[in-house]
C-alpha cells in the first residue's frame, strides 16, 4: 500500500518512506564516501545480464565445474499434497543457532515442540565431528528430554548450506558458507555423518530420511497453499534462491530419461550467494565490500551474499561509519576504544532498528549508538548513521531484486509468487518495499509478481518437506500425515 507521501506499509506493518533520506549539513564530503552504494538502473540490468548468463553456465554439464553459481538439481520433482502422518523428528541448521523439533500428528492435529541450540563459534571453526558429535549430542539431551528412547524416529534434516544431492537422503557439501568452516566435511555426505555421530553418541533409534535446503524448504512449503508459486527465497544471515526448472533445461541432471510419474521438471537450488566470486560483479563493490571480504573467514567467496544478507550488512554499515569517523565527519569526539571501531560489532538488527525510527528523536539510532559506547553524538551524528543504514540496506534489496527479477524474467510467467523466508526480510522495515519497487523496473512488461512472506518460518518449512516427497515414502517406507491448519 502506498500513501501520498510516498509511505509504505512494510511486511512487519511499519510505515516506511521509500526514498532515501534527506542528507545534514556535511552532505557534499559524505557523498562522497558513499556515492558507491547509489547504483543506477543500468548497473542492475547488467547485474541480471550476467547472472543470467551465469545461470546457464551452471546448469550446463560442460560448464558447471567452472561456474560460480552451481544451480544444483534437488530431488525434489513434485510438490506435496498433504496426506502424511506419524512423529518425527526436524532439524535446522544453518546459522549460528540450530533447533531440534518434535512433531505429532494425530489426526488433524498437530503438536509442536522445539528446543533452540547454540553451535559455539569454536565449534563452527573447528572439525567436522566436533560438530556433529555436539549436534548429535544435544538430539541426544532432547529426545531423553522428551521421554523417546524407545521410539523409532525418523529425522528431517534442513542444512542450510551448498551441496551436491545424491539422494534425498543423501547430500555432499560443497563448501562451507556464512560463519562455518569446519574441518573435513567438504565433498562428504552431511547425513552420513550426523548418522555415524548419532551412533557414536547416543542410544536413540534416530534415523536421518531426508535432508533440504532451506530455499528449497520454503518453496516446498509455500507452493502447497500457492500454485503460482515457483521461486524460493532465503534473506537471512545467508542468502540463496531456487526455482522450479523445466529437466530439458537441466544439463546436470544425472538420472537419464525419466520413465517415472513425475512431471518433467525439478527444483534448482542456485546457490546465488556465490555470484560475483570470479569478479565480474567488481564494477559495484565498494572500498568496504572490499574490506569486509578481506577479513572475512571466505575472502573471495559468496561475493554476492556479502552485499545482500544480515551475517554481513551490519558490518558493512559500521566500515562506513569507521570511515566517516577517522575523516571526522561525524562523532568528532567519540572514543577510539568503543564498541563501534571493534569488527563484527554492529549487527544487521541494529540497521533494521535505525530504519524504524521515524522521527527526528532518533530513540532506536540513539539506543544502538548507547549499545556501541558511542558518547557524545550529536543529532546530526544520528541523521548520517541513519542515511548510512538507509543506502547500504537499498542496495542489498536492490541486489536482490535483481536476482529475482533474473528469475522472473526466465520462468517468464504471467503471475508468479516468490515465497520469501529469513530475518532480514522478516524484521527490516523497508526490504520488502524497496525490493518491490525494484523489481517491477526490471521485469519484462506484463509479468506479475508477489512477494510472500513465510508466515511461520522454519516450524512450517520443515513440515511441508516433510510432508511428502515420493520418494520418502518409496526409498524409506515412512508415511507422515499431516494436516496443514493455518492458513497462509
Ligand atoms: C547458503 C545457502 C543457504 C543460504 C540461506 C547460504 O550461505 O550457501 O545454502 O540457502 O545461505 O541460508
Not at 508459486?229 to 534462491?241: D, P, Q, R, Y
Request: aromatic share 8%; proline share 3%; hydrophobic share 35%.
Amino acid at each position: 500500500m502506498t500513501t501520498s507521501t510516498g509511505a509504505r506499509t512494510g511486511p512487519t506493518g511499519v510505515k516506511i518512506v521509500t526514498g532515501y533520506q534527506s542528507l545534514p549539513c556535511c552532505a557534499p564530503l559524505i557523498e562522497s564516501f558513499v556515492k558507491g552504494f547509489k547504483l543506477s538502473g543500468s548497473a542492475y540490468k547488467r547485474v541480471m545480464a550476467l547472472l543470467h548468463q551465469e545461470m546457464n553456465n551452471g546448469l550446463k554439464h560442460h560448464s558447471q565445474g567452472g561456474a560460480d553459481i552451481k544451480m544444483f538439481p534437488t530431488f525434489v520433482r513434485s510438490l506435496p499434497d498433504g496426506s502424511e502422518c506419524g512423529e518425527f523428528l526436524a532439524l535446522d541448521l544453518g546459522g549460528t543457532n540450530f533447533r531440534v523439533l518434535l512433531v505429532r500428528l494425530q489426526g488433524h492435529d498437530v503438536e509442536i515442540q522445539s528446543k533452540t541450540y547454540l553451535i559455539p563459534q569454536r565449534i563452527m571453526l573447528g572439525t567436522g565431528t566436533q560438530l556433529f558429535d555436539h549436534i548429535a549430542d544435544c538430539i541426544g539431551k532432547f529426545v531423553l528430554e522428551h521421554d523417546l528412547q524407545n521410539h523409532q524416529l525418523p529425522l528431517g534434516f534442513t542444512f542450510s548450506f551448498p551441496c551436491q544431492q545424491e539422494g534425498l537422503a543423501k547430500a555432499r557439501l560443497s563448501k562451507w558458507t556464512k560463519g562455518f568452516r569446519c574441518e573435513g566435511v567438504v565433498g562428504n555426505d552431511i547425513c552420513q555423518l550426523l548418522q555415524e555421530a548419532l551412533k557414536r553418541r547416543t542410544n536413540c533409534h534416530v534415523e536421518i530420511v531426508a535432508v533440504v535446503n532451506d530455499a528449497v524448504g520454503t518453496l516446498m512449503s509455500a507452493a502447497h497453499g500457492d500454485r503460482n508459486c515457483e521461486i524460493g527465497l532465503i534473506l537471512g544471515t545467508g542468502c540463496n534462491a531456487c526455482y522450479m526448472e523445466g529437466l530439458d533445461n537441466v544439463g546436470t541432471w544425472k538420472h537419464g530419461e525419466e520413465q517415472d510419474h513425475h512431471p518433467r521438471q525439478v527444483i534448482i537450488n542456485t546457490e546465488w550467494g556465490a555470484f560475483g566470486d570470479n569478479g565480474c560483479l567488481d564494477f559495484m563493490r565498494t572500498e568496504y565490500d572490499h574490506e569486509l571480504d578481506t577479513f572475512s573467514i571466505n575472502p573471495g567467496k559468496q561475493i554476492m551474499e556479502k552485499m545482500i544478507s544480515g551475517m554481513y550488512m551490519g558490518e558493512i554499515v559500521r566500515l562506513v561509519l569507521v570511515r566517516l569517523s577517522h575523516e571526522n565527519l561525524l562523532f568528532t569526539s567519540i572514543d577510539r576504544d568503543c564498541n563501534l571501531f571493534e569488527r563484527g560489532r554492529f549487527y544487521t538488527k541494529y540497521v533494521s532498528e535505525i530504519e524504524s525510527d521515524t522521527d527526528e528523536f532518533f530513540r532506536h539510532t540513539k539506543q544502538v549508538l548507547d549499545e556501541l559506547q558511542v558518547e557524545n553524538y550529536t543529532t546530526e551524528d544520528c541523521k548520517v548513521v541513519k542515511y548510512v543504514c538507509t543506502l547500504v540496506s537499498a542496495r542489498a534489496a536492490f541486489l536482490a531484486a535483481a536476482g529475482l527479477a533474473t528469475l522472473i524474467n526466465r520462468l517468464n510467467k504471467q503471475d508468479m509468487t516468490i515465497a520469501v523466508d529469513g530475518s532480514l526480510y522478516r524484521f527490516h522495515p523497508r526490504f520488502h518495499n524497496l525490493m518491490c519497487l525494484k523489481i517491477k523496473e526490471l521485469v519484462k512488461p506484463g509479468l506479475k509478481f508477489k512477494l510472500s512472506l513465510e508466515k511461520l518460518g522454519g516450524i512450517t518449512r520443515l513440515k511441508r518437506f516433510l510432508l511428502k516427497p515420493d520418494r520418502l515414502v518409496e526409498e524409506k517406507n515412512c508415511y507422515f500425515k499431516l494436516h496443514e491448519k493455518e492458513k497462509r
